[in-house]
């Protein structure tokens, strides 16, 4: 080891003085320390609710949904749907026609998405596993079957196993007009609600599932008519390449195939953006952590000023001491930045196993704080912790007078 690395290592594990300095330079270390674990937890805590999150999104939502580039609706005789079917990758395909709807129960109502869907629709959501209460059932004998959104259930006051349908309203196309009477606006369809689902808020107060010939019906479309594919995918086929077999099977210039992050892009911005602001955020706290830091060098400087005299007298250049002073603040650096990085995974680690952290005695998805930890992260974290700390050593021995 060289001498400035020797020195280095000498001022930051003596322990024979005990002086303000020394406090100061605990402070530093402890405050960098504290801040690296805090951006650890604080990042896989993000993580884990946006697993979550995306999760129950990803429950409700289709792994590909092929839609058309233009207007509302297509036919599945205007494309290859037997290819679309055989394509490799492809496990299962059906059919939906999604339309708004007013739907009213009793005295209530409530603006709702109908979701029309076919028999495959079971298994390649999944959403008979999902249900809170109910069976389920696209008809009921020769009825129309709802499965509702746990909100819009509730705010209906629908009961289940009831001679009591819902009336679902639906505007005609091409006459919704001010003089028209409601039976004149509106087409009226009734169906009777046998389940209702709690999968998230925002599919919960929205959407209505059926049968999709009940909706084909009320619109008055085509027996092969839809306003979209929903396309499932064989385990461990990926999304991006069987997209674009599609894209290259299909005719493009009239259908979109959308992935999951393409059903949500309102929300998965969101939460780049958001994260991104927390990451920028804490990057600060890390920032006025280091100036600690800056303040022991500093004292440092001045309180080694005899040892710093007698180095000089040995023939020991100005360069090599500032060298040895920047690599002792690198040294604590990377001590608080090691100890802080194990403490944020021991954090992190016993919350994912113990869930000592709780969400409240709400109605939560998860009874504890959710936690998912990231190899990018620590990396993230260490790379931006030791940038700032060594950019503020690196400046603070320079302007130190030697």
């Known amino acids: 080891m060289k001498l400035e690395g020797l020195i280095a290592v000498r001022y930051l594990f003596s322990h024979g003085h005990k002086s303000v300095v020394t406090v100061i330079s605990w402070i530093s270390l402890i405050g960098l320390l504290v801040s690296t674990a805090a951006l650890i937890v604080v990042l896989s805590v993000y993580n884990g609710i946006g697993e979550i999150t995306k999760n129950l999104f990803n ?10 580039a233009e207007g509302k609706t297509f036919k599945t005789s205007d494309i290859d749907y037997r290819g679309l079917c055989s394509t490799d990758g492809v496990e299962q395909v059906s059919q939906m026609v999604v339309e708004t709807a007013w739907l009213t129960y009793g005295d209530n109502q409530a603006i709702v998405t109908l979701r029309g869907v076919d028999g495959v629709y079971r298994s390649l959501i999944g959403l008979d596993t999902l249900l809170t209460e109910g069976e389920y059932r696209l008809m009921l004998g020769d009825s129309p079957a709802l499965i509702v959104g746990g909100e819009i259930y509730g705010d209906l006051g629908m009961r289940l196993h009831s001679n009591v349908p819902a009336a679902v309203h639906i505007p005609r196309r091409g006459t919704l007009t001010m003089g028209n009477t409601m039976d004149e606006a509106f087409n009226i369809g009734y169906a009777y609600p046998v389940a209702y689902f709690f999968i998230q808020q925002d ?3 929205r959407y209505v599932v059926t ?23 064989q385990a461990g086929a990926s999304v991006s390449k069987v997209k674009k077999l599609l894209n290259t099977k299909l005719n493009t210039q009239t259908i979109t195939i959308k992935d999951r992050y393409d059903q949500q892009p309102l929300y998965f ?3 780049r953006t958001e994260r991104l602001g927390i990451y920028l955020i804490l990057s600060l706290i890390v920032l006025i952590s280091t100036l600690s830091l800056v303040a022991s060098l500093s004292l440092l400087v001045i309180n080694k000023s005899k040892d ?7 023939g020991m250049t100005q360069r090599r001491i500032r060298r040895a002073f920047t690599t002792e603040g690198v040294l604590i650096c990377a001590v608080a930045v090691a100890a ?12 994912q196993q113990f869930g000592i952290v709780r969400m409240g005695d709400g109605n939560f998805v998860v009874s504890a ?9 620590f990396l993230a974290t260490f790379l931006l912790v030791m940038s700032i700390s060594t950019l503020c050593v690196v400046l603070t021995v320079r302007r130190a007078r030697f």
């Open 308 to 314: 710093i005299f007698i180095l000089k007298s040995m």
């Open 369 to 377: 704080f959710p936690v998912a930890m990231r190899a990018t992260d």
């Open 269 to 271: 911005k969101i939460f």
């Open 211 to 233: 049968d999709i010939d009940f909706v084909r019906g009320m619109m008055d479309y085509a027996p092969d008519e839809v306003t979209g594919l929903a396309v499932k995918l």
């Open 340 to 351: 802080g990085l194990l403490l944020g995974f021991i954090i992190c680690f016993l919350q």
């Open 203 to 205: 599919i919960d107060r």
């Open 59 to 68: 429950t409700f939502d289709p792994e590909l949904v092929i839609e058309p």
